[in-house]
């Protein structure tokens, strides 16, 4: 009965590497469940014929994409069309960006964004928990951090000072207790979805030296008037990294980090860390002596190395934004790619991993360019654009050599919280431009055209 292709397309999103449509259909029945340790660690074989529903996998993985898959063929009807599938994901890491320090989210958003995800097969929070914006997560040796840190306590970007209702004034405290990230982690786990912790070093950490003034490598009175002027914000987000008492408390905090998220991997950030404030700070310019380091990108170097160090005694491997290539990528370190595709190139070709996203292609914070796309934080959006189309077009693979792609783990969208206010923007921004990644890296090479996608897209909407 299969192998007659029929010209409609099943609405399945991300489309399955193989899918030989039968004819009729199988009632509600519940699907019978095999093993085959033949298969890949996600893969799995779908058979809705002759009146039953067959699940193969290796995995519980395998047999929960499986379903997920189901729940797309599902009729109004509660029938499913008779399909035979087999399929496998293309790449391992297909993941999501929550940016909360901008934002705070909380755990019911996250739920609901860990649900969707799971329905669209991608199995990779990036959970952006710190940043200059905000500390957001419980470290019971620095309460300060989730008093003072998870507070907005000075005039800032003044579209970052608006809360859900619209009003300017203090944000916060907002973070996440142990207790809800466990919470939030055995909800991810049951969906077969990764959570990986990002606390950001050595940039993008005013809010710790907020509440650590001798965390600066600037005189205090020079780091209030550069945040209270918005001027230079970044520099003033620099750790002093020439300061022992940063990295023990780094440690400290990675220590209660790798306590809590089991996951082999911890983002340590890494991005847009201008080097200046350590050109002219003693700290600084003694460790660069203490340690031979000939330049302040080797200084940098030498933090990522430090901590990669210092979390592989704890059996984890770091993951950076791309800058952590300048200077040099410590042993196993792994790249994300965000200011191009350039920095996964090069990763993968020194031998290193890679996560593929760069901002024109994946960063969600990006008006869509659709007409109901209300856009209201204009300072924020730019000219560029990233509609729906561009989303599906993009290949991680892209100028990375055939026999590099394996160290190419696969890429994510990036739901970056300045312009996003309450849930309904947090929606409209990351869907459906999240099913066209999801589809990138789950369908890979197999990817259909753009109008292919469309008219899934479609179909499930309209069988929401
Ligand atoms: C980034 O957008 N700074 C990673
Ligand atoms: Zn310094």
């Given at each position: 009965m299969f192998g007659s292709l029929l010209l409609a397309v099943l609405p399945l999103i991300p489309y399955p590497q193989s899918v030989i449509e039968g004819t009729g259909c199988v009632g509600d029945v519940a699907p019978v469940y095999e093993r085959d340790a033949?298969?890949?660690?996600?893969a799995y074989r779908l058979r809705v014929a002759d009146g039953r529903i067959v699940v193969t996998s290796a995995t519980e993985a395998g047999a929960f994409y499986a379903r997920q898959t189901l729940k797309q063929l599902r009729r109004k009807d509660g029938t499913y069309p008779s399909v035979e599938i087999a399929d496998a994901p293309a790449f391992s890491w297909r993941g999501v960006l929550l940016d909360e320090s901008r934002h705070f989210w909380g755990k019911e958003v996250v739920k609901r964004v860990l649900d969707r995800m799971a329905a669209f097969k991608l199995n990779v929070l990036h959970w952006h928990l710190t940043d200059s914006h905000g500390w957001r997560l419980q470290i019971d040796r620095y309460p300060e951090l989730t008093d003072r840190g998870a507070r907005r306590p000075i005039p800032d970007w003044d579209w970052n000072m608006r809360d859900a209702d619209g009003a300017v004034g203090e944000y916060g405290p907002y973070f996440y207790t142990k207790d809800e990230v466990r919470e939030i982690l055995a909800y991810a786990k049951a969906r077969h979805i990764r959570i990986i912790p990002e606390i950001e070093i050595p940039g993008h950490s005013r809010e710790v030296i907020l509440c650590h003034?001798?965390?600066?490598?600037?005189?205090w009175g020079t780091f209030v008037d550069m945040v209270r002027t918005c001027k230079q914000v970044d520099q003033a987000a620099?750790?002093?990294?020439?300061?022992?008492e940063v990295m023990t408390f780094f440690e400290h905090v990675f220590d209660e980090v790798c306590e809590l998220f089991p996951d082999e991997y911890v983002h340590i950030g890494g991005d847009e860390c201008p080097r200046g404030n350590w050109k002219t700070c003693p700290k600084c310019q003694k460790r660069m002596k203490d340690e031979g380091l000939k330049n302040e990108d080797e200084l940098q170097s030498w933090v990522t190395r430090r901590f990669s160090a210092y979390l592989a005694k704890k059996g984890r491997r770091i993951v950076g934004w791309d800058e952590i290539l300048s200077g040099g990528l410590p042993e196993g370190a792994t790249v994300m790619s965000w200011r191009g595709a350039e920095g996964g190139i090069a990763a993968a070709n020194q031998g290193h991993c890679a996560v593929v996203c760069p901002h024109r292609m994946c960063y969600l914070d990006y008006p869509t360019g659709e007409k109901d796309d209300t856009c209201p934080y204009p300072r924020f959006c730019a000219k560029t654009r990233l509609p729906l189309e561009k989303v599906y077009s993009?290949?991680?693979?892209?100028?990375?050599p055939e026999a590099q792609h394996k160290f190419v783990l696969g890429s994510q969208t990036l739901n970056w919280g300045?312009?996003?206010?309450?849930e309904r923007d947090l929606n409209y921004k990351m869907w459906p431009r999240t099913c066209a990644n999801a589809e990138v890296v789950w369908?890979?090479?197999k990817k259909r055209t753009y109008d292919d996608f469309r008219a899934r897209l479609d179909g499930l909407l309209k069988s929401e």
């Open positions: 033949s298969l890949g660690a996600e003034p001798s965390f600066t490598c600037l005189d620099a750790l002093c990294v020439g300061n022992d993009f290949d991680p693979l892209a100028g990375i300045e312009s996003t206010w309450t369908t890979g090479a």
